[in-house]
T-cell receptor, first 115, second 113 residues
Framework: DAGVTQSPTHLIKTRGQHVTLRCSPISGHKSVSWYQQVLGQGPQFIFQYYEKEERGRGNFPDRFSARQFPNYSSELNVNALLLGDSALYLC??????????????FGDGTRLSIL | KQEVTQIPAALSVPEGENLVLNCSFTDSAIYNLQWFRQDPGKGLTSLLLIQSSQREQTSGRLNASLDKSSGRSTLYIAASQPGDSATYLCAVVPSGSARQLTFGSGTQLTVLP
């Protein structure tokens, strides 16, 4: 079975632009979470979706938004990009919303660079 | 607010050594704790998950312990190999409705051949 897939793998944007990142969870996983990882730090939670509903939101500005589709894939959108948005964006999927016996499975991420 | 700390930030050991990585968290009200491995430029690979009611979990040469009351977890790696070189991250899921992972900054491990 395929793991969590994210696209694109790399992206270069300029300040003020908009970006859309995509994530396909493992088959059968209904929960998708997004994390931002700045170089040298641990990932920071952005959003969690379960069964197409937002279940959690981290401390990120309203420029960040997300949604989950009926097939459980997800998009992360970031508007008005800033230099500080440069990071590795990770998507994780699980059968349940982060709790229980099942670990979260992560994709390889999208490396976003803002010039 | 939950904070997770990992010490040391970097560790270099010769091949074959047994080693311990440390993780501490400020709020003992957790649902579970996970250890992950991250290779350069890659995503996270889940190594071990410990439920809040458990004391330890083992997988091959890895053993993770959890002392919830003192807010500490350790990851023990036996007979280290160069292929173990990576960044190791611990993360906790808090009890309650918010079930997102809160991560430490990681320990960068280098195993020298």
């Amino acid at each position: 079975d395929a793991g969590v897939t994210q696209s694109p793998t790399h992206l270069i944007k300029t300040r003020g632009q908009h970006v859309t990142l995509r994530c396909s969870p493992i088959s059968g996983h209904k929960s998708v979470s997004w994390y931002q990882q700045v170089l040298g730090q641990g990932p920071q939670f952005i959003f969690q979706y379960y069964e197409k509903e937002e279940r959690g939101r981290g401390n990120f500005p309203d420029r960040f938004s997300a949604r989950q589709f009926p097939n459980y894939s997800s998009e992360l959108n970031v508007n008005a990009l800033l230099l500080g948005d440069s990071a590795l964006y990770l998507c994780a999927s699980s059968t349940t919303p982060s709790g229980g016996l099942q670990p979260q499975h992560f994709g390889d991420g999208t490396r976003l660079s803002i010039l | 607010k939950q904070e997770v700390t990992q010490i040391p930030a970097a560790l270099s050991v010769p091949e074959g050594e047994n080693l311990v990585l440390n993780c501490s968290f400020t709020d003992s009200a957790i649902y579970n704790l996970q250890w992950f491995r991250q290779d350069p430029g890659k995503g996270l690979t889940s190594l071990l998950l410990i439920q809040s009611s458990q004391r330890e979990q083992t997988s091959g040469r890895l053993n993770a312990s959890l002392d919830k009351s003192s807010g500490r977890s350790t990851l023990y790696i036996a007979a280290s190999q160069p292929g173990d070189s990576a960044t190791y991250l611990c993360a906790v899921v808090p009890s309650g409705s918010a079930r997102q992972l809160t991560f430490g900054s990681g320990t960068q491990l280098t195993v020298l051949p």
